[in-house]
């Protein structure tokens, strides 16, 4: 079993990570993928990635840290990944048109940027959308050899079914769980077994 998106170097896992690799690992989790959404986190996975034989690390900007992406960020990450083969994916990026306070227009070039890295450097991508999904789909089609994984899916079963068309892959956390959350198990209860 391989956890693909763990936040395991933030603060909140500082004091006990080593037990938490190894109730990872008595649970049957061979490997985990400690995603980055920031600039610190970036570092935080890559260094956890070097450290721990199971954890591989991702790079990528948040849509709320979308400013912060430039050409010179992308060659620095680009060495990086030539050194390490455990940087395993771009991400996780992407458009968040709820809670965001960056820019639309910032958030789309960022996004842009990084899809076209991920495709230069032959990786997959970690999606974050939230209340953008014309917006998401519409910026992918530039990008046809990208493979991705939305994260956290919320959407509704139209939107899934044209994502699973495109080849894309959606994943489903804890929230198929709550009360309100009848839409999202109909989408669940849809998905290819592919």
Sequence with gaps: MIDTHAHIMFPEFAADL??????????????????????????????????????YATLGLH???AESVNEELLKKWEEEILKNKKIVAIGECGLDYFKAKV????????????LEFAVKMNLPVIIHNRD????????????????AVFHCFEGDVSF????????????????VTYPKAEKLREVLSMVPLD
């Design 63 to 65: 849509p709320y840290e």
């Design 18 to 55: 080593e037990a938490v690799l190894e109730r990872a690992a008595a649970a049957g989790v061979e490997k985990i993928v400690a995603v980055a959404c920031d600039l610190k986190s970036c570092d935080g996975a890559r260094e956890l990635a070097e450290k721990y034989p199971q954890v």
């Design 132 to 147: 953008a999904d014309e917006d998401c789909l519409e910026i992918l089609k530039k990008f046809e050899k990208v493979h």
């Design 103 to 114: 820019e639309k227009s910032v958030q789309k070039k960022a996004f842009e940027m990084q």
């Design 160 to 175: 899934a079914q044209s994502l699973w068309a495109a080849g894309y892959l959606t994943s489903f956390t804890g929230i």
